[in-house]
């Protein structure tokens, strides 16, 4: 038993760095001292394309239903639980969350105010800021909790904080990376520091994954509503946030909601998967 888990630490160490080995090592003691359970995984549930997602967010705000304010409220907290599961306040209480102009973002800034709540410190990168309510009133929330608002990503920011939330760009994004977010994400593809990536790491094509050759890599990802498919790509830790999608809706695009644990917002789809060599 000890040299299946001490082979799995090695490479989940080598490919992801220690904050990935805290998050897949108490998993790997337990597929390793009993027989696995059978679990669903992002690869055996339905992955969603862009305009299936496209759809699904749609249908969940069709009147009657949800309003946008809702479902960012819904995402956002689903953000939150994810960043708790897997790096907590008390080894990564400084989070930088670097948020875009869509609503990607304005997920990022509500899980910024929810981990505030949850005893993080977290500060905001947000360059671009729409003019639409429901994004000032976010802001509005952030000067509310003295959560720090940045136009810029700061220099040293790596020294400064203990793990990053990437809220870019979200599936609908299409097209080249324009300033000043192009800088950004080479900036933040170069941290050092752990990321979390919102929905679909930002920049790669929400189908086919991965563009350029040098995409951003983060380490752990959360998928919202469901996972999409250029999710496939992704090796890291993967959770799921979707347990405000009604039953009608997840069966009419075919998509399995897995049964979460008690008041549980996220699961675990699978933690760092191991390199291929």
Known sequence: ??????GRAVRTIRRFGYAGFSLGISLSIATAAAPAAPHMT???MKLLSQAEATAVDEELMATPGFSIDQLMELAGLSVAASVLAAYPPITHKR???VCGPGNNGGDGLVAARHLWHFGYSPSVVYPKRPSRPLFINLVSQMDMLQIPMLTTLPDDFDSQHDCLIDAVFGFSFNGAVRAP????????RASKLPMLSVDIPSGWHVED???GDEPLEPETLISLTAPKLGSRYFRGAHYLGGRFVPPAIAQKYG???PAYSG???VLLLHPPMACES
């Open 181 to 188: 977010f192009d800088d950004i994400l080479g900036r933040m």
């Open 42 to 44: 992002a690869l055996s």
């Open 263 to 265: 008041a549980d917002q």
């Open 255 to 257: 998509v399995t909601q």
């Open 1 to 6: 038993v000890m040299s299946v888990i001490l």
């Open 95 to 97: 989070v930088l969350c």
């Open 209 to 211: 994954g991965p563009v």
